[in-house]
């Protein structure tokens, strides 16, 4: 087993890797910008190193660096988070050429599944359901009208590398076509260095669930079920829960069967999840695979009772997989909300500054992963989630209740959060009725209903502090009155 493992990210996922770093007994590096001099997982760790400027360019992208210092330092492995190096196959690839060890899967998984593509082609000969559409990038547009007329409108013009929503257009009609190609080609390039697009079929009302998986050096690979993750702002996640409310367990049997599938294709090792897009009438079709750590792990950790950082290092040991596929059930039901510093009145615009109020909730049930403490600020510099917020209950119906009730005793006041939607979110019918997909802000949210909840909060919690201090000042005075040296007449009444 290692001895020193090195943590090449921040925040609460910096955090959370070496907590159970520190149960096995294994000693951790951290690595940390300027702007994150003072972070908790600086403290946390053993040891430190500042890897440069604030810009991520210049620090947590430094993988040169990273790798230098880990061999200085002793370090045996280096385990990526997620974002940053997580899915970067030239690192995986470097970190292996020095003689150091990868917490995650290999170069080659990495760079197949990181294209859209490749990873279709990889999955072919494995009988997965996959969204009808081109088996490879299209860059003639007029080849493109034609294979979209196969299809069928919609259609999905969408970048083979990358990810986020961008370079994706949804096309209506024919006429529409060429244009939002050369938009979303144009993006793709801008944002991955890579303009390819394919176009596939538009799946209409779609839900996003993705399964967990792990596999193995030894070939063994399991599923740790499912996590449903529709609702979505800019096509990423902000609210997740395991398991789906939808799934029975014919189709969760189907879907755990079909990401063991995908995994095998790349003989894939460490934590991975597969995931897929689900239509109105409960198909599933394969979507892509993330090759790292997910954001929502925690919901799989709550209903299963598995560790998923302490398998990856495990793993990248040269272990096998600490349970079979037979051994794991589900335990009860587990929500998770990002709450990140954004304002959700304001079309989820960053609102970064500093935490002047920062009070965690606590209770029955309830798990909080974040990086951040009272009086520290939320860099402009990284992605504004302060934490994740997680609830698990016996039933859907408890994790709820427990989520709002830990929304309502979060105390986060100097930069506007996600908490207001997140409580608006799953107090919702369609929520609680588990009738919803992906276009559930754009269908549902109503930013003006909570910018008048949050006026009316406000002009509650301004009447409470008026009347508070009216009682302050006639407790005061009352006090004042009682210091007041009594004289003879008075002593003599009383």
Request: aromatic share 6%.
């Amino acid at each position: 087993m290692f001895k020193k493992i090195l943590v090449a990210n921040r925040g609460e996922i910096a955090l959370r890797v070496m907590r159970t770093a520190r149960e096995m007994g294994i000693k951790t590096v951290a690595v940390y910008s300027e702007a994150d001099r003072s972070a908790l997982h600086v403290r946390f760790a053993d040891e430190a190193i500042c890897l440069g400027p604030a810009a991520s360019s210049q620090s947590y992208l430094r993988g040169d660096k990273i790798i230098a210092e880990s061999l200085r330092l002793g370090v045996e492995a280096i385990h990526p988070g997620y974002g940053f190096l997580s899915e970067n196959a030239a690192f995986c690839q470097a970190v292996t050429d020095a003689g150091l060890v990868f917490i995650g899967p290999t170069p080659h998984a990495i760079e197949i599944m990181g294209d859209k593509l490749a990873s279709k082609r990889a999955v072919a000969e494995y009988n997965v359901p996959m969204v009808p559409g081109t088996p490879g990038a299209v860059s003639d547009p007029d080849e493109a009208l034609r294979l979209a007329a196969e299809i069928g409108y919609p259609v999905l013009i969408k970048a083979s590398a990358g990810g986020g929503g961008k370079g994706m257009r949804v096309v209506e009609r024919p006429q529409d076509l060429k244009a939002e190609m050369a938009r979303a080609s144009s993006e793709a390039a801008s944002a991955f260095g890579n303009g390819a697009v394919f176009v596939e079929k538009f799946v209409t009302k779609p839900r996003h669930i993705e399964v967990q998986v792990l596999g193995d050096t030894q070939g063994n690979v399991v599923h740790l079920f499912e996590r449903e993750c529709s609702i979505q702002r800019r096509h990423q996640k902000v609210i997740e829960e395991a398991p789906s409310s939808i799934l029975t367990p014919e189709l969760r049997a189907a879907m755990g069967a079909s990401a063991v599938a995908v995994a095998k294709s790349v003989n894939y090792t460490s934590a991975g999840t597969v995931e897929f897009l689900m239509d109105a009438d409960h198909k599933y079709y394969f979507l892509e695979m993330n090759t790292r750590l997910q954001v929502e792990h925690p919901v799989t950790e709550l209903i299963t009772g598995i560790d998923l950082v302490r398998e990856q290092i495990n793993i990248a040991a040269g272990k096998p997989i600490s349970f079979r596929q037979q051994d794991l059930r589900i335990h009860g039901h587990a929500l998770e909300l990002r709450v990140y510093a954004e304002d959700p009145t304001n079309r989820f615009l960053p609102d970064v500054g500093t935490l002047h109020t920062y009070r965690r909730p606590q209770g029955p049930g309830i798990r909080l992963d974040d990086g951040f403490e009272e009086g520290m600020e939320i860099p402009i510099h990284y992605d504004p989630m302060i934490a994740k917020l997680c609830a698990w209950g016996a039933n859907r119906e408890q994790a709820i209740d427990r989520m709002l009730r830990a929304i309502a005793e979060y105390r986060i006041n100097g930069v506007k959060t996600t908490l207001g939607f997140g409580a608006f979110a799953i107090d919702s019918v369609p929520f609680r009725t588990g009738d919803f997909d992906t276009k559930f802000v754009e269908q549902h949210f109503d930013p003006e209903k909570l910018k008048r909840d949050n006026a009316d909060e406000a002009e509650i919690a301004a009447l409470l502090a008026a009347r508070l201090n009216s009682l302050h000042q006639v407790t005061q005075g009352a006090a004042s009155a009682l210091a007041q040296p009594r004289t003879a007449w008075q002593l003599n009444r009383s």
